[in-house]
C-alpha cells in the first residue's frame, strides 16, 4: 500500500530529525526574522530534490515537487518563535535574544529581549521536513504535486497574507486542499481532528477615551476617564452573558487601561486594549458592534469632549475545517493511528493559516497533535492537575517531547497527504 510503502523510509528521516529540532528550538527567531530557519529549511528542501523558492512574503520558504498527473496538496508549517525566555531547563533551551517586530505604531520600541520556541512551531517546521523527505523517496507510491509552505510571521498574524501578497500564487499551482497541524498539550501518540470551527477568530481593539483633565480636588471641573473606563468595563461584561446566547462561544477580555500619571491629577484621556474570540462572522460582528455601542453611549454619558476613537489590530481569521475533506482525513487517521486518533476539542487559540486556502478558495483541514510525555499526563490527570500541572502553548516552560510527537506529526502529513494523492486511493 501507498502508506507502507512511502512511511517505510521513517526510520532513516529519524537519524536526522531530533538534531534538526534542537538545533531549530536552540535558535528561535521572532516574526519576519526567520533567516536562519529559512535558510536551513531551504537547504533541506533542496537536498532532497524539491524546487524551492526562497524569500516569499519575507523570509518565507515554498517547495514544489511534481510527480505527474494528479491533485495538489498545499502542506503548512510555521516557523516564528515568541518573544519570551524559556524555563524548560532542557539542554537544548534557548538562550537567544532578539528585538520584537511589531506593525503595531503604538507599541513600544524595539528592545533586546529573549526569544523562545514556546509554541511548538520548531517542531512543525521538523515535522513538514519528514514529510518532504518520505515523499520525495516514495515517488512511486503516489501521482500529483505536493507543496510545502514554511510560512513566517503566524504569531502576529501577518505571515500567511504576506506570502500571498507577494508572489505565492504565481510560483505554485492551484492546490485542490490545503493541510496543517499543530502541537498542543494533550498526551504524545495521540493525533485529533474536529469539523467545522476548530481555532476562534480573533481581534484586538484599542479604544482611547477622550475626558477632560484637571486637579483632583476640583473633580466637578473635569470628565474623568478613569471612572468612564471603569464603567465601560462593568458593562461590557454583558455583552457576553446577556447579548450573546449560551449556545454561541465568544469570549470578551479587557487586557489593559492606561490612564493617568499621579494621585491627584485627573487625566484628559484613557486608553484601553480588548481581546475578543469568536467562532462565527455572525459572532464577530454583532460583538464588536456591541463593543461599539457600548463605548460611544457611556462617552456620551459621561458628556465626553469628544467621541472615542477605535482601532483593530492583530487579527486572525476563524479556523473553520471542511466537514467532507476533514471526514476524509479522519478517516485515514483512524486505519492508521487506531485509538490514538481521536476527536479535537474546539480551540479558543487563533492563529492565519487559514488565509492561505482560503486565498486559494479551497477546502482545508487543521489537526492537533498531543506533545506531552504521556506518563506526565497520565499522572496530573490522576491528580486533578492537568490546569496546574501541563504547560500550554506560549507557557514559559512548554516544550514537546521530541518522541513520539515528531513521529505522528511527519506520518500525519503523510497520510493526509496520500488520501489525496496515493496511487491506492
Known sequence: MAQSSVLSGLDRVREWQADFYRDLHQHPELSHAEQRTAGKVADRLADLGWQVH????????????????????????????????????????????????SSDENAEPATEQPVAHGCGHDMHVTCLLGAAALLADGRDSWAGTVVAVFQPAEET????????????????????????????????GQIATRTGPALSAADSMRITLHGRGGHGSMP???????????????RLQTVISRETSPAETAVLTVGSIQDGTKSNVIADQAVLQLNLRTYSERTRAKVLDAIRRIVIAECQASDCPRDPDFELFDRFPLTDNDAETTERVAAAFADFFGDSAGDLDQQTASE????????????????????????????????????????????????????PTCDVGTQALVIATLAWLGTDR
Open 54 to 101: 526562497r524569500n516569499v512574503g519575507g523570509t518565507g520558504v515554498v517547495g514544489l515537487l511534481a510527480n505527474g498527473d494528479g491533485p495538489v496538496v498545499l502542506l503548512r508549517a510555521d516557523m516564528d518563535a515568541l518573544p519570551m525566555r524559556e524555563e524548560t531547563g532542557l539542554p537544548y533551551a534557548s538562550t537567544v535574544t532578539g528585538d520584537a517586530d
Open 157 to 188: 498574524g501577518d505571515g500567511a497574507s504576506a506570502m500571498i501578497e507577494d508572489r505565492l500564487a504565481s510560483i505554485i499551482p492551484q492546490p485542490d486542499v490545503a493541510f496543517a497541524q499543530h502541537v498542543l498539550p494533550f498526551p504524545a
Open 220 to 234: 466637578q471641573a473635569t470628565v474623568d476617564p478613569v471612572v468612564l473606563a471603569a464603567m465601560i468595563i462593568v
Open 352 to 403: 492565519d493559516f487559514s488565509d492561505l486556502p482560503d486565498a486559494f478558495d479551497i477546502p482545508y483541514s487543521y489537526w492537533g497533535v498531543g506533545c506531552i510525555d504521556p506518563e506526565d499526563y497520565r499522572t496530573a490527570v490522576q491528580s486533578g492537575r492537568v490546569d496546574q500541572d501541563i504547560p500550554v502553548n506560549h507557557s514559559p516552560s512548554f516544550a514537546p517531547v521530541i518522541q
